[in-house]
């Protein structure tokens, strides 16, 4: 799956560049893109029934671009294809959180980790994200060794289950400092108050 991806990642580079050149075929080529992929959304429900549509793309365009297309057929369908794993990843993704959710929830517990390990003080690289369930508030806390001075960051996203994108956020250089700030606005969101600190800007 890995190498698919690979692939299908490396059509639209090199798609796309030659779609935004050539105004007069864009629109034609985007919509071939977009009937290939409803076409797939039909047909497959995971990465490797992807793999296999795309080893038979005859059968696969006849169905989708039944007048043809600008687009060079393999091409087309890898472009596609990435689209639609895309869609598919998101989805997933997207119910893993919410049955976390719902269990937590059936649980009793205010907090659900999102992604990432359960504690802050396990994280090296990458990020924690976690919900408050009460207020819908985000709580993320991030290492990235490659940012500059201040590696680590917190971000809290205010009334997230609303879609609404409030954010407050400060970046350390000091891991202590970070993991300190970190559970206060653990606390300060648990107690109701808006942000997590007046620091925070």
């Not at 976690?130 to 680590?152: F, K, M, N, R």
């Amino acid at each position: 799956m890995a190498r698919a991806r690979s692939l299908w990642r490396a059509a639209e580079d090199r798609l796309y560049p030659t779609l935004i050149s050539d105004p007069s075929s864009y629109q034609r080529g985007i919509a071939a893109i977009q009937a290939v992929v409803a076409e797939l959304r039909r047909r497959c429900t995971d990465t490797q029934q992807l793999i296999a549509a795309e080893a038979a793309p005859d059968e696969l365009l006849a169905a989708a671009c039944p007048g043809g297309t600008v687009i060079p057929a393999d091409l087309l369908v890898a472009v596609a294809c990435g689209m639609a794993d895309r869609e598919m990843s998101a989805e997933k993704e997207r119910r893993r959180r919410a049955e976390a959710i719902e269990t937590a929830r059936a649980a009793g517990r205010p907090w659900v980790v999102l992604a990432g390990p359960e504690r802050p003080t396990a994280l090296n690289d990458g990020r924690l994200v976690e919900l408050h369930i009460p207020s819908g508030t985000l709580l993320e806390a991030t290492v990235d060794p490659w940012s500059g001075e201040d590696w680590y960051r917190i971000d809290v996203i205010l009334d997230a289950a609303d879609g609404q994108h409030n954010v407050q956020s400060r970046s350390f250089a000091e891991r202590e400092d970070w993991l300190a700030e970190y559970r206060c606005c653990r606390a300060d969101v648990e107690a109701g108050r808006v942000g997590p600190s007046a620091e925070l800007s």
